[in-house]
């Protein structure tokens, strides 16, 4: 079986990337006293967590739209996952405690969303699959659903938009160093990813099922079985990285405008087109992004005489360079085709 090879603008684009981070060091190296230098200084371990903690629900996002999309139902709806588990996390752990929960407590609001993400993905998948809808529209119609019904919820509960701050999961000792969960999930996560999708009957399945969904139902494995188990996984990966922002970074759910998420779901799409729904390529993109995004904070709080919303827009600016640079991706042949077993 075959597998997707980076393209030549993805070479090239990451060639490049490896040669600005060594002019970069070299000039820390040999001209440790210019303006450049400083701002290399500003990438130290502190700015490392940062990027990781950011990094999480992007990188979630894709690894749920990889699955969804390789299995042939294409998931837009990945923001709106996002901001439901971002908001069941917190709205769980602050009912259940009365305000002030434990870390038993968050993390059993962690466990409840996610399978308030699943269970939205499991709505998104009958839709799709038991009665053919346009998958982009639905897609739509969950990322509108959520975006809301958290906010309103939130004002059910609260009484305003924003949920009062709550604690963030404790890090735990890792070796020599202290460790975020969501962060260690990730990095779990992204290599298992890419196990599964590339050396067990499972993954193949799940390619087949988008590539050629006739073929694998030739050979008896249930088409709709193996769609259903990727759209779910896209919800359980997206419930991780929503709770992962909300309990593992920010401790409170915000939910004016964009909400919190504030659309690391479309850029979580992003990822994995860039990462031609490779899992590792899929988080070197993640974290790309979200070390730009760490890099506006930092240059802010730095007092850099730049506007705020000039830097604020860098992210955004980024994702449109690299989609320029990665040209086109092929998608599934099969991906937004709706498959009834045995039909010609």
């Not at 600005?20 to 210019?34: D, G, H, K, Q, R």
């Not at 499972?202 to 188990?229: C, H, M, Q």
Request: charge should be neutral; proline fraction near 5%; charged fraction near 10%.
């Amino acid at each position: 079986m075959s597998y997707a090879e980076p393209s030549r603008k993805q070479r090239w684009l990451a060639g490049a990337a490896v040669l600005i981070v060594v002019a970069l060091l070299a000039v820390e190296l040999f001209f440790p006293e210019s303006p450049v230098s400083e701002i290399v200084r500003i990438v130290d371990a502190n700015y490392i967590r940062s990027v990781l903690r950011l990094t999480v629900p992007i990188a979630f996002a894709a690894l749920g739209g990889i699955f969804a999309e390789k299995s042939g139902v294409i998931n837009i709806g990945l923001e709106g996952l996002l901001i439901i588990s971002a908001f069941t996390s917190v709205a769980v752990a602050g009912t259940i405690s009365g305000g002030n929960p434990t870390q038993l407590q968050l993390w059993i609001g962690f466990v409840a969303a996610v399978l308030a993400s699943v269970l939205f993905a499991l709505l998104f998948a009958v839709v799709c699959i038991e009665f053919k809808a346009d998958q982009i529209i639905a897609g739509l119609a969950v990322w509108l659903i959520a975006l809301g019904l958290a906010p309103f919820a939130s004002k059910v509960i609260w009484g305003q938009v924003n949920s009062p701050p709550v604690a963030t999961l404790n890090n735990f000792d890792l070796l020599v160093a202290e460790a975020n969960p969501p962060v260690v999930m990730m990095l779990v996560s992204v290599p298992a990813a890419w196990y599964v999708l590339n050396r067990t009957a499972f993954g193949r399945w799940i390619e087949a099922s988008g590539e050629n969904p006739k073929a694998l139902d030739t050979v008896g494995v249930d088409v709709r079985k193996v769609r259903y188990s990727g759209v779910l996984l896209s919800g359980f990966f997206s419930g991780l990285g929503g709770a992962g922002l909300a309990l593992g970074r920010v401790g409170q759910f915000i939910g004016g405008g964009t909400t919190m998420v504030n659309g690391r779901g479309w850029i979580g799409i992003t990822a994995y087109l860039f990462g031609n729904y490779n899992p590792l390529g899929a988080f070197g993109a993640s974290f790309l992004f979200a070390s730009l995004d760490a890099l506006q904070i930092r240059l802010q709080q730095l007092g850099y005489s730049v506007p705020s919303e000039l830097i604020g827009v860098i992210p955004y600016v980024t994702v449109i360079v690299v989609l320029a640079f990665v040209g086109r991706t092929r998608i599934p042949d099969a991906a937004g085709d709706h498959y009834e077993s045995g039909e010609e």
